[in-house]
């Protein structure tokens, strides 16, 4: 394998004295470029006639080639290095989210409407009339985001704790891109019953509830049975987020290609949360042919090991992710680093589309492929094709909340993926542009509305 291409998420700042003389700097940038180091921006800080003082921004591809460009920098003579940060760490530190107050106190007339005794009057208004919680409180622009750490991005079982960082950084993007108030709840249990029970006693104050990093198959019955005992949007991002950006994608690289979704064959490697739910989705807008595969091959008729959601795409066909992949048109992956091929990729039916997504490293580098796939995707964003979920879910609890719907369903979802894939126009398409930038202002726009005209369509718009 490969390795990866430098970037933001493993980067560190140097701070560097060196001698007041030419050529110095260039020695200190073409150590970096000698380990593979991607430099970044270069600033000042102090000059003398004797010495200067610089901070280089270096990108990395990971911990440990951060060490190895410090160590190349440290072995210049002359060079003193006075300070490292690694820039995620800093980034991170104390939190990156803040809660706010709207209005400001400034007077005992702001004191006594905002709380004591004049907050008396709404509190009672509420109760004689519970919906206009939704316009007086915080309840009509507010989601949990809810975790049990147990399937912590692609880490694995990192409990409440190390999953808060993540939980942090979705609300940042809930507000970033939509302008909803989202708060992290990372719960100490990994009890479904007690989960499902802490959702519903916290629930009054959210308008909307995000599942998150919940391993399968319990995030099914959770999601499953809050939406059944909840009036108010339940959407497990790792199922529904990843399955409308992936249909998005394939919508548009099978447009690029001129194949049909119902046509092509479909390999998932990968029958956890989100293949499952991205195998639900490509079959309800009309693919016909989904084989999934999981670390014991692929999901047949003849295995007896099968879950209830597995069993719902098991086939006949029998084998190995190698032998399903021969022919097949489209792969997503669902899964881990590395286990595709470019031997398994050549095999693999004429322009191949390969979306692999696991994250932080894909099933296979976009390097090794070159001319053998016609349409390649990852999850990162630093190749073209960056599939995230935040092209999704920003959008569809816009939308959930703003008509203040009951639930969001499989027609919201289809919608959405339709919508995002719309926004590149059909003579734009490219090989590396399936896909709108996490960046363009759009689509939270029309993922909105798309989900808002849907909800309306199957009556569970609330205004």
């Not at 708060?183 to 499902?196: H, K, S």
Request: charged share 20%.
């Amino acid at each position: 394998m490969v390795n990866l291409t430098p970037n933001s998420s493993f980067s560190v700042t140097l701070r560097l004295e060196l001698p007041n003389r030419a050529g110095m700097l260039a020695s200190v940038t073409q150590a970096i470029a000698s380990v593979g180091g991607n430099l970044g921006q270069i600033d000042l800080i102090e000059q003398t006639r004797q010495i200067s003082i610089r901070e280089l921004t270096v990108d990395a591809s990971s911990s440990e080639h951060e060490e190895k460009i410090v160590q190349a920098v440290k072995t210049l003579p002359d060079v003193t290095v006075m300070e490292v940060y690694d820039r995620t760490f800093n980034l991170h530190r104390s939190g990156k989210i803040t809660v706010n107050s709207k209005i400001p106190i400034k007077s005992q007339a702001d004191l006594s409407m905002a709380y004591t005794p004049g907050v008396g009057r709404i509190c009672t208004a509420i109760a004689e009339d519970p919906a206009q919680v939704y316009t007086l409180t915080i309840k009509q622009n507010t989601v949990a985001i809810i975790t049990d750490g147990s399937a912590v991005l692609g880490l694995g079982n990192l409990g409440p704790y190390g999953a808060l960082p993540v939980m942090e950084g979705k609300a940042m993007l809930f507000k970033e891109f939509a302008g909803i108030d989202a708060f992290p709840i990372c719960l100490a249990t990994q009890d479904t019953d007690e989960i499902i029970r802490t959702v519903k006693n916290i629930a009054p104050v959210f308008g909307g509830i995000n599942l998150e990093d919940i391993a399968a198959p319990r995030c099914f019955e959770i999601e499953d049975r809050l939406r059944k005992e909840l009036d108010i949007p339940v959407f497990h991002d790792d199922q529904h987020g990843t399955a409308i950006v992936t249909l998005a994608a394939l919508i548009n690289a099978l447009k690029l290609l001129k194949k049909s979704l119902s046509e092509v064959r479909i390999v998932i490697n990968g029958a956890g949360a989100a293949g499952v739910a991205v195998a639900r989705l490509l079959r309800k807008a009309g693919a016909q042919t989904i084989w999934i595969c999981d670390t014991k091959g692929i999901i047949s008729l003849s295995r007896t090991d099968l879950t209830e959601q597995k069993l719902e795409f098991a086939v006949k066909a029998q084998g190995s992710l190698a032998g399903a992949l021969q022919g097949a048109d489209v792969f997503i992956g669902l899964s881990a680093p590395g286990v595709l091929t470019p031997e398994m990729v050549r095999s693999m039916a004429k322009d191949p589309i390969v979306f692999a997504m696991a994250n932080p490293i894909p099933e296979i580098q976009p390097e090794l492929l070159g001319p053998d796939v016609a349409v390649i995707a990852t999850g990162r964003s630093d190749y073209p094709n960056q599939i995230n979920n935040v092209l999704a879910f920003p959008g569809v609890f816009r939308g959930a909340i703003d008509c203040r719907a009951s639930a969001i369903t499989t027609t919201m979802y289809l919608e959405a993926a339709y919508a995002i894939a719309s926004l590149i126009n059909p003579s734009d398409l490219d090989r590396e542009y399936i896909i709108p930038s996490v960046f363009d202002k759009r689509v939270a726009l029309a993922v909105a509305a798309a989900v808002q005209q849907a909800a309306r369509q199957e009556g569970i718009a609330r205004s």
